[in-house]
């Protein structure tokens, strides 16, 4: 297919505005300052079915929806981008903001716009700081060219771009930790009711959208909505998308493709199939590290969100991780529950106590210490996880686990009864 979000990121000097209007852009902003009114932009992208980019798939123009028509007198919109790029296995966004960074500022502009919005913040993890640096310079242009600050273009319209770099936390990737961070509060999520829309950063009307999500509406505009509904697979999953491939494969990356792109397809053309020809596929993650994981006999999937989802999984952010038939599944699930239980903010007991919970036994099966209950405890940990948190990131330590633990139960109880690995000789950390 054409490419459409990635069309710059292999030209010289990519991040310069000069190359940027040399390939059209910045019209979309011309085009609604000028003749569109915020409802008008809010509802082509309602029609083209564009769907949330970060995880959660909701609908962009929808969400947009939510917000007031007017804006009250001392209670401006605000526009966030979630920039905090953290799901293990994800790292498109860093590729837009780093290779065309006004891509992400054009479109965090429209959306904007949209919500009738005077300042965008975009958040951006506190690791990603050529990222950052990169967009500040980008901005720099973009108010210099007038399309961003006072009067833009020439309109009555206003709007600010500001770079706020989070700690690193990945909870401040989760909407309501990340306004939390960005008002200068510790990082906590809370719940909703209220919905940003109502009442958001410093208790104003706020959208929160990911990097990717706004990149897509630049192309809305100009092309119109039908022609984002012609790409992928109409109503519900259209538009390119940007898959991120790693593990054993040959040729790891950023791939755009439209949405619904065959698993397959992605594995062994796009991706050069697997790295080492004599090690077969074993499994798959196909959304980033919260998800459940696929065995190779699942894996004749689209990648959209409603069929991973019939599968029982989730296209998430899409970040694919592709293990061969030497990874030892223990240790791989071991590794994700360190990481969650590492970055568990703490206020929610179930998922507090419950990740801790899930390193220590997985870690204990792992070096060939595991009891023949531990499986079962496993599930029973995590089932009383789900569910029973303020935000998602229980349910991202958990659901992994049980898939894990159900999909390949066999490799689990051959370590408890063994103290060894059944993907490898290799001899168990606490065995000998």
């Known amino acids: 297919m054409e490419r459409i979000l990635t069309r710059n990121v292999d030209k010289e000097n990519s991040t310069t505005l000069a190359v940027y209007e040399a390939s059209g852009g910045y019209q979309a902003l011309r085009k609604v300052t000028s003749s569109m009114t915020p409802d008008q932009v809010t509802d082509e992208v309602k029609k083209s079915g564009l769907r949330g980019r970060g995880g959660a798939g909701f609908g962009c123009g929808l969400k947009w929806s939510f917000m007031p028509k007017e804006v009250a007198a001392g209670r401006p919109h605000y526009f966030l981008i979630n920039a905090d790029e953290s799901e293990p296995g994800t790292f498109k966004d860093r590729l837009l903001m780093e290779k065309d960074p006004h891509l992400v500022i054009e479109g965090s502009l429209l959306g904007a716009y949209a919500i009738r919005a005077s300042k965008v913040y975009i958040y951006i993890r506190g690791e990603f700081v050529h990222a950052a640096n990169v967009l500040d310079r980008a901005i720099e242009e973009a108010y210099a060219k007038r399309y961003a600050g ?8 206003s709007c600010d771009v500001i770079v706020h770099r989070g700690a690193g936390a990945y909870i401040c990737g989760e909407e309501t930790a990340l306004m939390s961070s960005l008002v200068g509060d510790r990082g906590y ?32 505009i100009e092309r119109g909505a039908d022609w984002f509904l012609s790409v992928g697979k109409a109503p519900k999953n259209t538009g390119p998308k940007l898959y991120c491939l790693s593990g054993h494969v040959k040729r ?29 596929l074993k499994a798959v993650i196909p959304g980033g590290s919260s998800v459940p994981v696929l065995r190779a006999d699942e894996c004749d999937v689209d990648l959209d969100f409603d069929a991973l989802a019939a599968k029982g999984t989730m296209l998430g952010s899409a970040g694919l991780m592709v293990m061969d038939s030497s990874t030892c599944m223990v240790g791989a699930m071991a590794r994700i529950a360190h990481f969650y239980r590492h970055e568990s903010c703490g206020q929610c007991t179930p998922c507090r106590e419950g990740c801790g919970w899930l390193e220590r036994i997985l870690q204990r099966i792992e070096s060939g210490r595991g009891l023949q209950q531990d499986l079962d405890l496993l599930l029973s940990i995590s089932n009383n ?47 000998g």
């Open 150 to 157: 006072a009067n833009i273009l020439g309109t009555a319209w």
């Open 189 to 220: 999520p809370r719940l909703k009711p209220p919905f940003p829309a109502a009442s958001g950063v410093w208790g104003c009307p706020t959208t929160i959208n990911n990097v990717e999500t706004v990149a897509n509406v630049p192309f809305i």
């Open 252 to 280: 790891p990356g950023v791939y755009e493709a439209p949405l619904g792109l065959p698993l397959r397809e992605l594995i062994y053309d796009l991706g050069g199939g697997m790295l080492h020809d004599d090690r077969p």
């Open 385 to 431: 996880i789900i569910g029973n948190t303020i935000c998602a990131l229980g349910d991202a330590a958990a659901m992994p686990a049980i898939s894990f633990v159900t999909k390949f139960r066999d490799e689990f109880q051959h370590h408890i009864d063994h103290k060894a690995c059944l993907a490898s000789t290799r001899a168990l950390q606490g065995v």
